[in-house]
């Protein structure tokens, strides 16, 4: 969970809906392929791809790109697995890409864009998927009774 | 007979009359008492011829005498006489004469009468002469006429010879043309042929070369497939690598070792991944070119079957030309010998023709001897003539001085009887 040993901090590059992200190591729990498909969720939103059974925990899984009005959404095999504090969540990625340290400055601020190994990244911490998760299911609420 | 003796006796007495004048008269120049005695002895000499003169007149009536007594036989006596019994003599001889005549008078008759009839048979002979004259010049002319016709159909038929040898030629070209005519077509029979062969070559080449190919192509896919096994793993490789690699973050600094190998793991999953995607896109590459490799061969065994079915007409149509060329040759061949053949017989007959012209001019020459043999035999009957007519004129004269003879012997009896028989 520290992961910022020497100025820098291990992220997990993964492409989705044509954006590069960055996901703070110690938010990431697992990288799973699908072996199937998804369970599908009825009348669920564009970000919600469907729900996970991970080792007999039901787990939501979200479409990045939806969640961030980024591009279309991928056809992505791959669910990363995050662990946020009270809860987990699932995103379906494109690629995985690698594992790396990246510098502090080339993070950007709050979850803001940066710039690293030839191509724009966007890292989102644990505050950023906070607020991502938290607006959607807030406005799902209003609509309609909570989802798990 | 009488006169002679007579004659000679006035001759005599005139020369003993004249001698002693004569000698009075020569030899004035002698002495005048020479003169008597010269005239005197001219006068003795007269005398003396004269008596000569007698006797030897005596001596030759006695030879007269005798010899027409041997002319007229010998029978003959006169009465003693010398005269008489020389006129006796003489009788007899005429009478022997006359007969004589009577007998050349006849006998120069019949030499008329011979003569006549020789001359007729000449002029007959003759007569016949001039017609084999006429009928060998027309047998001479119908000769030349015939040497003319022979040299003309001679020519004709060398003209002829000529042409026929000229169609031979021809015909031998033709034949020489359609020989190789046929030998072309032939070995062209033999290079469709041997291309029929070589295509039937080349279709088994394609055939296997095209099973080669889809083999080749479903070697490509079994590639395909282990590069897509091999590109699985290397997926869930690099996944368990970053999975590692999380775990190791976790972990903190203890896992520090292990997130190193987990990264190298984690990238040697990724060069394999990359690996095979290439290979993965050879493969479709191949197997793209493989199938187009296939659809061209497919096309190829198509064209070539195409090819090989038009070779196998080409084939049929030459060796039609081959037998359709082959027995117009033989044909030409029949031609041209049959030509040949004519132009022998040709030659046979301006032979044959030649030697019936030297048989013409032979009997052209013949007739000419023939001619020249009746011309020879008309002159000799001409000539046979003219003797006729001399015989003939001949004996008239003899009739002629016949006649004569017995009108002055006083025999006129003999001439009229002979005068009537001419």
Do not use: C
């Amino acid at each position: 969970m520290s992961g910022q040993a020497d100025g820098g901090r291990g992220l997990l590059t993964v492409q989705a809906g044509g954006e590069r992200l960055g996901l703070p190591l110690e938010l990431v729990r697992e990288v799973v392929e699908l072996d199937g498909e998804l369970a599908p969720v009825v009348g669920a939103p564009e970000w919600l791809a469907g729900l996970l059974n991970h080792h007999g925990q039901v787990v939501a899984v979200l479409r990045p790109a939806a969640l961030l009005d980024a591009g279309a959404a991928g056809a992505g095999r791959q669910v990363v697995l995050l662990e946020l504090e009270d809860y987990r969540l699932g995103l379906l990625v494109e690629k995985v890409e690698t594992v790396e340290q990246v510098p502090a400055e080339k993070q950007g601020l709050g979850g803001g864009l940066g710039w690293h190994q030839g191509g724009p990244l966007r890292v989102l911490d644990r505050l950023a998927w906070q607020r991502l998760v938290d607006g959607r299911l807030a406005g799902r609420v209003e609509k309609g009774p909570p989802g798990g | 007979m009488a006169r002679g003796p007579r004659q000679r006796l006035a001759l005599a007495s005139l020369a003993a009359l004249l001698l002693p004048v004569l000698a009075a008269w020569l030899v004035p120049a002698v002495t005048s008492w020479a003169r008597p005695l010269a005239v005197s002895l001219a006068a003795g000499l007269g005398l003396l011829l004269l008596l000569l003169d007698q006797r030897r007149l005596e001596q030759r009536l006695q030879k007269l005498q005798a010899r027409a007594q041997r002319l007229a036989g010998g029978g003959v006596s006169g009465g003693g006489d010398e005269f008489a019994s020389l006129e006796a003599a003489l009788e007899t001889i005429h009478g022997n004469f006359a007969t004589l005549l009577q007998e050349v008078q006849g006998t120069s008759g019949q030499v008329r009468d011979s003569s006549a009839s020789l001359n007729d048979l000449a002029r007959r002979i003759n007569a016949s002469a001039g017609n084999i004259s006429h009928s060998m010049e027309a047998i001479a002319r119908g000769a030349e006429l015939q040497n003319e016709l022979v040299d003309q159909s001679s020519t004709l038929i060398a003209d002829m010879a000529r042409s026929i040898q000229r169609a031979s030629v021809s015909a031998e070209d033709a034949a020489r043309s359609s020989r190789e005519a046929s030998q072309v077509a032939q070995s062209g029979s033999q290079l469709a042929g041997a291309a029929v062969e070589e295509m039937r070559e080349v279709f088994q080449g394609v055939e296997q070369y095209s099973r080669q190919v889809v083999q080749f192509g479903e070697r490509t896919q079994e590639i395909g497939n282990i590069v897509r096994v091999i590109t699985e793993v290397a997926q869930q490789t690099h996944l368990l690598a970053i999975n590692a690699t999380i775990e190791a973050a976790r972990a903190g600094e203890a896992g520090r070792g292990f997130a190193v190998v987990a990264e190298e793991i984690r990238q040697l999953a990724e060069n394999t991944s990359r690996s095979a995607d290439r290979i993965g896109k050879i493969v479709e590459e191949i197997t793209a070119a493989s199938q187009e490799a296939v659809r061209a061969v497919e096309a190829t065994s198509r064209r070539l079957a195409q090819g090989r079915q038009q070779l196998g007409s080409i084939l049929d149509a030459l060796r039609n030309i081959v037998a359709t060329v082959t027995s117009g040759s033989d044909r030409v061949q029949i031609i041209s010998r049959l030509a040949r053949e004519q132009i022998a017989g040709a030659e046979e007959s301006v032979k044959a023709i030649q030697n019936i012209s030297a048989v013409a001019r032979r009997n052209a020459s013949s007739t000419d001897e023939v001619s020249r043999a009746v011309e020879a035999q008309s002159n000799s009957i001409l000539e046979v003539t003219r003797l006729a007519a001399e015989i003939d004129e001949l004996a008239g004269r003899l009739r002629q001085l016949v006649r004569q003879f017995s009108g002055a012997g006083d025999g006129d009896d003999p001439a009229g009887a002979e005068e009537g028989a001419a």
